[in-house]
């Protein structure tokens, strides 16, 4: 069974701080797909990035980035001089080889405090 | 090009009713797929339609059902509304045709609750 936790309920940061947003995964499959999306107060879920597993590049995007480690099984984003219209709530999320289920974590809180 | 669109975005139903969501994908997008969010159990994959057939099943009881159409928009029923099924449902869409993991666009939800 594959499996997403977000230990970091809710983070709170001060405007222009970095903040890294923890993600840890479990599947029995060799290939898999992981996610991030942005759910902000409206609740749309906004898509971030899609990484697979053979790709163990870290990626960056303008003040976005993700470190992919397989070796312990987690894929965290952090986010460079925050912004207050960072603030919504963060889902990490596996995906298998095919088909399209999702298994969401927990979802992080961050609040960015002018 | 138009995002994934939900209708309607807000329901007020009460219990034994029975309430049915729409969604649109994105054109060109042909697999559709149901989740539902509560705060007690986050967000829970309900089911995929591709090409007019059901794809993926997730562990939802029979009351959760839904179907799709030839222009690949979706609908969603529950029938014999419970006060848990009072969540955000989030519709999302994606080509449908490869064999990885595609990336899925979600639309803007329809919250209901069920009173």
């Known amino acids: 069974a594959q499996k997403v936790t977000q230990a970091q309920t809710e983070i709170s940061v001060v405007e222009k701080e970095d903040v890294t947003l923890d993600c840890v995964y479990e599947t029995r499959d060799t290939t898999y797909y992981l996610f991030w999306y942005k759910q902000p107060p409206s609740g749309e879920l906004v898509f971030l990035i899609r990484r697979n597993s053979f790709d163990e590049q870290n990626e960056i995007s303008g003040r976005y980035s993700w470190n992919f480690q397989k070796s312990t099984s987690s894929f965290n984003f952090t986010i460079t001089a925050s912004q207050v219209v960072d603030s919504a709530v963060y889902f990490c999320?596996?995906?298998?080889?095919?088909?399209?289920?999702?298994?969401f974590g927990e979802g992080t809180q961050l609040t960015v405090n002018p | 090009k138009a995002g994934v669109t939900q209708t309607p975005r807000y329901l007020i139903k009460t219990r034994g009713q029975q309430v049915t969501l729409s969604c649109s994908p994105i054109s060109g997008h042909r697999s559709v797929s149901w989740y539902q969010q509560t705060p007690g159990q986050g967000l829970q994959f309900l089911f995929e339609y591709f090409s007019e057939t059901q794809r993926n099943k997730g562990n939802f009881p029979g009351r959760f059902s839904g179907r799709q159409f030839s222009n690949s928009r979706s609908e969603m029923n529950v029938s014999t509304l419970e006060l848990g099924d009072s969540a955000l449902y989030l519709c999302a869409s994606s080509w449908g045709t490869s064999t990885d993991a595609e990336t899925q666009y979600f639309g803007p939800g329809t919250r209901l609750l069920v009173l």
């Open positions: 999320a596996l995906s298998e080889t095919s088909g399209s289920r999702l298994t």
